[in-house]
């Protein structure tokens, strides 16, 4: 009897734990995933502001001709 409970409570024990590390682990998905889209939308911006910054380059190097 005491046996069984104690089988019992460590199956309940471990049942508790394995949501706990699925819960962590779809924390830690959706933490990745933010990160990955906030350098995607980083790196966007800095192309975007080199292309802007040649064509202002180029347009001053242009206008001094």
């Known amino acids: ?4 409970k104690e089988v019992e409570e ?8 394995m949501r706990g590390m699925t819960l962590m682990i779809e ?4 933490r990745l995933k933010r990160e990955e ?5 980083a790196a966007h911006g800095k192309a ?5 910054i040649d064509l202002f380059e ?3 190097v ?3 001709h």
């Open 10 to 17: 460590r199956e309940h024990r471990h049942v508790k734990e």
């Open 1 to 4: 009897l005491a046996l069984r």
């Open 48 to 52: 975007y502001m080199q292309l802007r």
């Open 58 to 60: 180029a347009w001053y």
């Open 27 to 30: 924390w830690l998905r959706a």
């Open 37 to 41: 889209d906030f350098r995607a939308v």
């Open 62 to 64: 242009a206008s001094l």
